[in-house]
Nanobody
Framework: QVQLVESGGGSVRPGGSLRLSCAAS????????MAWFRQAPGKEREFVVA????????YYDHSVQGRFTISRENAKNTVYLQMDSLKPEDTAVYYC?????????????????WGQGTQVTVSS
């Protein structure tokens, strides 16, 4: 069984930065594709970014391209999301997810395990 625990959320002003972390336990982390999704109040969960097990391939949603950066440290079983130039529309609960088949994709149904989420609020 794989467990995912997110941390690093909080409140920030527009233009600010936050760094989210997701620590995994169980399974062989380096073989998992990892992703971040988010869900704003009253909206459906949406894809943000994904990264391959080796870290060599990434896939960003256009809404965060150039502002967010995903990375991972397989030695620490952790994936990160660096969020810069934050906008009010980035406000959401952010979830990390793991695909044990290693597919780098924006399809929520591909992901087998999910964390509990961490709140990010961008407001002046």
């Amino acid at each position: 069984q794989v467990q995912l625990v997110e941390s690093g959320g909080g409140s920030v002003r527009p233009g600010g930065s936050l760094r989210l972390s997701c620590a995994a336990s169980g399974g062989i982390f380096s073989t998992f594709a990892m992703a971040w999704f988010r869900q704003a109040p009253g909206k459906e969960r949406e894809f943000v970014v994904a990264i391959a097990g080796t870290g060599g391939g990434t896939y960003y949603d256009h809404s965060v391209q150039g502002r967010f950066t995903i990375s991972r440290e397989n030695a620490k079983n952790t994936v990160y999301l660096q969020m810069d130039s934050l906008k009010p529309e980035d406000t959401a609960v952010y979830y990390c997810a793991a695909d044990v088949r290693g597919r780098v994709a924006g399809i929520a149904e591909y992901y087998d395990y999910w964390g509990q989420g961490t709140q990010v609020t961008v407001s002046s």
